[in-house]
C-alpha cells in the first residue's frame, strides 16, 4: 500500500467543477526513484499480479474535496492474444485492442499497477529517433537552448494546448532514463502515415531540420531507439476488470454528473 502523503501534484490545477479539482501530473516514488506521469502519457501496467502487461493512457487526474481521494481515469490498451476474442488474421502485427471504458483508479493503486521495468516488452514498432546533434543545432540556430522541439509541439498538440511547460521542466529535472522502454498508442490512420512518412524521410538528407521530423510525423517522436508504437482500431469489453478489486467505478459515475463528456 502507497501512502497519499507520498503521492503529490506537479503544478496548479488546471480545471474546477463541482467538488472536484483537475490536476495534469503527480509525482511519485517507484524503489526510492522520483517519477512523474502526466496527462497523455502511455505507460505499462499490470491490472492484477499474473495478469499479463498492458498499456495505459493517462487522460484524467483529480481530486475529490467530498472524500478527499486522489483519483486518475485511464484508457486501457491489450494485445489481441490477451483479449477474449485472441488474435486472428485481421489483426496487425503492432495492433492492440482498447478496453471500451476508462479505467478509474486511486493513484496508489495507479502506482501500484505500474510496471516501471519494462524489459518484457517487445510489441510495437521502433521509433526512429531524432539525432540529438541535430535537435541541438536547431534549438542553436533559433535561439531555444531551453526550450526543446518536442516539448513545444506536445505542448501545443497532444495536449491540446493546455500549458505544461511547468511539468515537462519537472520531468526533466528527474533527469531522462534514455535506456527505459517507451510506448506510444496511434489511431490505425496516424501509424499508416507515420510509416510512410518514415518510408519518404529516409531518402531525405541527413541535414533535414528536426521541426520538420516532428512536424512530419504528427508529433511521434523520440530521441531514443527504445520507443514502440502500436495502433489501435477496435474495442473490447474486458471480462475481469469490473471484479478488480482496485476500479473505482462509483467516483467515475459521479464525476458524469458534473462532467458529462467523461
Known amino acids: ?72 481515469s485511464s484508457k486501457l490498451y491489450f494485445l489481441p492474444e490477451d483479449t477474449p476474442q485472441g488474435r486472428t488474421v485481421i489483426h496487425g502485427e503492432d495492433e492492440v485492442v482498447a478496453v471500451s471504458e476508462k479505467v478509474v483508479v486511486k493513484l496508489q493503486d495507479l502506482v501500484r499497477w505500474t510496471v516501471w521495468e519494462s524489459s518484457g516488452w517487445s510489441r510495437g514498432l521502433k521509433a526512429v529517433p531524432l539525432k540529438p546533434s541535430e535537435v541541438l543545432q536547431e534549438l542553436e540556430k533559433n535561439g531555444q537552448g531551453d526550450t526543446p522541439v518536442l516539448h513545444r509541439y506536445r505542448e501545443s498538440t497532444v495536449n491540446s494546448g493546455r500549458n505544461f511547460k511547468g511539468v515537462l521542466k519537472e520531468k526533466a529535472e528527474l533527469g531522462d532514463d534514455g535506456d527505459q522502454k517507451r510506448v506510444s498508442v496511434l489511431s490505425y490512420p496516424q501509424y499508416c502515415r507515420y510509416r510512410s512518412l518514415l518510408a519518404r524521410l529516409k531518402e531525405r538528407p541527413a541535414s533535414l531540420l528536426a521541426s520538420q521530423v516532428v512536424l512530419a510525423l504528427g508529433g511521434v517522436t523520440s530521441l531514443t531507439d527504445h520507443t514502440h508504437i502500436l495502433y489501435c482500431r477496435d474495442t473490447f469489453e474486458h471480462p475481469t476488470l469490473v471484479d478488480n478489486d482496485s476500479v473505482c467505478d462509483e467516483f467515475g459515475e459521479r464525476l458524469k454528473y458534473y462532467y458529462p463528456l467523461f
Not at 526510492?32 to 497523455?40: D, E, M, T, V, Y
Not at 502511455?42 to 483519483?71: D, M, N, S, Y
Open 1 to 72: 500500500h502507497i501512502p497519499t502523503s507520498l503521492l503529490q501534484w506537479v503544478g496548479s490545477p488546471c480545471g474546477f467543477h463541482g467538488p472536484y479539482i483537475f490536476y495534469k501530473a503527480f509525482r511519485f516514488h517507484i524503489e526510492a526513484n522520483p517519477r512523474i506521469l502526466s496527462l497523455g502519457d502511455f505507460f505499462l501496467v499490470r491490472c492484477r499480479p499474473g495478469e499479463p502487461l498492458c498499456i495505459a493512457e493517462l487522460q484524467l487526474l483529480w481530486e475529490e474535496r467530498t472524500r478527499k481521494q486522489l483519483l486518475s
